[in-house]
Every structure is written in C-alpha cells, then in structure tokens.
C-alpha cells in the first residue's frame, strides 16, 4: 500500500484533498485509479484512505480507518555527521531514517573537504530534507527525520552536552563500545566524523566538556556509513529494533 505524510491538507468529515507534487507523484508515478487505498500519516496515527476522484490537479480522499503508527523507535537517536564528500551525505541520510534516525545534523570540522557557503549549505539541507522524507515513506516510518541546518563543531559540541547520553566515534580510540543507551533511555547522540577523521584538538576539546571516544572495532568504517552501522545496534540493544 502507497504511504504518505500529511502536510497542511484539510480534513473535514474525513475527507481530504491532495494537490501540488504530491498529487503529480499519485497520478504520474504511482498512477493510482479510484477506489484504491493508500496510507497517510500524521506523526502519531496512520490514516487507510481511499482514493475517492479525481480532477485535473486534485485527488479527493476518504480516511476509512485509523490506528497509532507502531514502527516508531521509542529511542530518539541524533547523529551528528561532519560533511562528506560528493553525495555521500545523500546515501547517509537514506541509511539512516530507513533505520530509525531521529535527527541528523550536518557538522563542518576541521577536516571536511565539503566546505559549503550559506546560500550552498542551506541549499544542501533543502535537498537532504527531501531525501529524508522520501526515504521515510519507503520505510513505513510514522515521522519525517529533520535534516538541521550545518554547525560547526564546538557548535555540535555544546549542542551534544544537552543529552545525557551522548558520545563521539574515533577511530584511534581503543576502547570498546560502551553498554549504551541503558536500558530505558529516552534519547542519544554521537557523531560521526569526516572522510579524515577528527584532529587531536578536536578530540581534546571534546573530551574536556565530558563528552567520551568510543570506538565503533576493530575495523575502519566509511564516514557515510558508520552512522548507519551504529543505529541498529542502539535499537537493539534498548529493544526497538
């Protein structure tokens, strides 16, 4: 069944219509007919609806059945991920909420080659937005992950202090992944650096605001794809895979 998020459609006697790109994807690309179903979510509760008509820009649905969406984690995992190279970021953001991503947001270090302006950076984030929200959609996610606007490290850091579980994935680090998240923990981040690592200093002023190096094993792992290799890890181990 066809899935979808709701944005600012207007329910009435649950009724709704569909316009814009969302109603160019159902009759374009998905070449929905009347009297077929699709999946709309709220955040909270998947919608079943159908298909009731269509117009030259508009489909007109009917919700006929609603239940809580289960596909949620109840962990809230934030990545912090410093730049990568090229599209990597695009592959890292479609891992990612496939998995169960909260949150991820883009860090510019010492070391990232990708060194966007701010017309450039926001113009990234745009697109990584929508890449979220697509991939959410493939994955039966019940929430659309935010792509948040670029920081720069101490930035991240002092944004990482804010959760009680929270750490950064070295790759000269030697000791081993902690038991972490407890059980029962509500929220966690740790952050991913670029294609050349974290610089010493980097690493130094982390750990003098408390915030722990771990590492991810014995082998090294892409940048794009530590992120996603961690994710469900941290699901399983709190039971939400």
Do not use: W
Request: proline fraction near 4%; charged fraction near 25%.
């Amino acid at each position: 069944m066809q899935r979808f998020f709701f944005d600012n459609e207007q329910i009435i006697d649950n009724k709704f219509s569909v316009g814009g790109e969302k109603f160019n994807h159902i009759i374009r690309s998905l070449r929905m007919s009347v009297g077929e179903t699709a999946v709309f979510c709220d955040g909270e509760f998947d919608c079943e609806c159908t298909l009731l008509s269509l117009d030259s820009s508009c489909a007109f649905f009917e919700i006929t059945d609603r239940y809580i969406n289960n596909t949620e984690p109840k962990l809230k995992i934030t990545v912090f991920q410093c730049l990568t190279k090229g599209d990597k970021m695009d592959d890292m953001v479609k891992r990612c909420v496939q998995f169960g991503v909260h949150k991820i947001i883009p860090v510019l270090s010492r070391r990232c080659v990708s060194r966007p302006d701010g017309k450039a950076a926001s113009k990234k984030t745009e697109r990584l937005n929508k890449i979220a929200r697509s991939s959410a959609m493939q994955s039966m996610r019940g929430y659309i992950p935010q792509v948040a606007e670029l920081v720069d490290f101490e930035t991240a850091l002092k944004q990482m202090s804010g959760f009680e579980h929270r750490f950064i994935c070295y790759e000269n680090e030697h000791g081993r992944l902690p038991e972490i998240p407890p059980p029962g923990a509500g929220e966690i981040a740790f952050l991913i650096g670029p294609e050349g690592g974290l610089d010493d200093a980097e690493v130094l002023l982390a750990s003098k605001i408390g915030i722990e190096c771990v590492s991810l094993g014995r082998r090294i792992l892409r940048t794009e794809d530590a992120a996603a290799f961690l994710i469900p890890i941290l699901l399983f181990n709190t039971d939400n895979l």
